[in-house]
T-cell receptor, first 111, second 114 residues
Framework: EDQVTQSPEALRLQEGESSSLNCSYTVSGLRGLFWYRQDPGKGPEFLFTLYSAGEEKEKERLKATLTKKESFLHITAPKPEDSATYLCAVQVPRGAQKLVFGQGTRLTINP | GAGVSQSPSNKVTEKGKDVELRCDPISGHTALYWYRQSLGQGLEFLIYFQGNSAPDKSGLPSDRFSAERTGGSVSTLTIQRTQQEDSAVYLC????????????FGPGTRLTVL
């Protein structure tokens, strides 16, 4: 069964304190792994797509990496505006090509 | 260009009433998805439209849920005889439809069933 597990569920950091969020997945034939950011009351905002193990992508203070079993979202020197829920999803390579989401990591950056 | 738009942003209804939720995808995107986000459940797939093909309804939780897409663009999700467990945020996403293409989400409709 296609499954995505994110950890931790919640993370509190001080401004400037770097850390990583984890996304473990089980899917037969990964089509793509997606990271989204979601602010309260809003829809998910696209961050990155990773397609193959070893791939890395960066955007400002965020860097996403991918292995055959998991992905990490590294946050370097975060700022309070980075506070949000970060969602990981894998695309199922069958039928509707739907996204299977993890439960998300709620990140809070304290000033 | 404009992103995915959804209306209404909030909907409060009474148990047993029917509701319609609307999604306007990004222009040129042929694939359209509906997801539901409930507290403690995360996002779950409901239905998928691709061009003029028959929709994939495999995620619809019951026959009270239906959706249509007119002219390959705007989509409407209809929930008949709403129940309290239908309360959730309903999210629409669209993509160019090629495998691996990014799905871009709208702001969602928050449905509350009293």
């Amino acid at each position: 069964e296609d499954q995505v597990t994110q950890s931790p569920e919640a993370l509190r950091l001080q401004e400037g304190e770097s850390s990583s969020l984890n996304c473990s997945y089980t899917v037969s034939g990964l089509r793509g792994l997606f990271w989204y950011r979601q602010d309260p009351g809003k829809g998910p905002e696209f961050l990155f797509t990773l397609y193959s193990a070893g791939e890395e992508k960066e955007k400002e203070r965020l860097k996403a990496t991918l292995t055959k079993k998991e992905s990490f979202l590294h946050i370097t020197a975060p700022k309070p505006e980075d506070s949000a829920t970060y969602l990981c999803a894998v695309q199922v390579p069958r039928g509707a090509q739907k996204l299977v989401f993890g439960q998300g990591t709620r990140l809070t950056i304290n000033p | 260009g404009a992103g995915v738009s959804q209306s209404p942003s909030n909907k409060v209804t009474e148990k047993g009433k029917d509701v319609e939720l609307r999604c306007d995808p990004i222009s040129g995107h042929t694939a359209l998805y509906w997801y539901r986000q409930s507290l403690g459940q995360g996002l779950e797939f409901l239905i998928y439209f691709q061009g003029n093909s028959a929709p994939d309804k495999s995620g619809l939780p019951s026959d009270r849920f239906s959706a249509e897409r007119t002219g390959g663009s705007v989509s409407t999700l209809t929930i008949q005889r709403t129940q309290q467990e239908d309360s959730a945020v309903y999210l629409c996403a669209s993509s160019l439809a090629h495998r691996g293409d990014t799905q871009y989400f709208g702001p969602g409709t928050r449905l509350t069933v009293l």
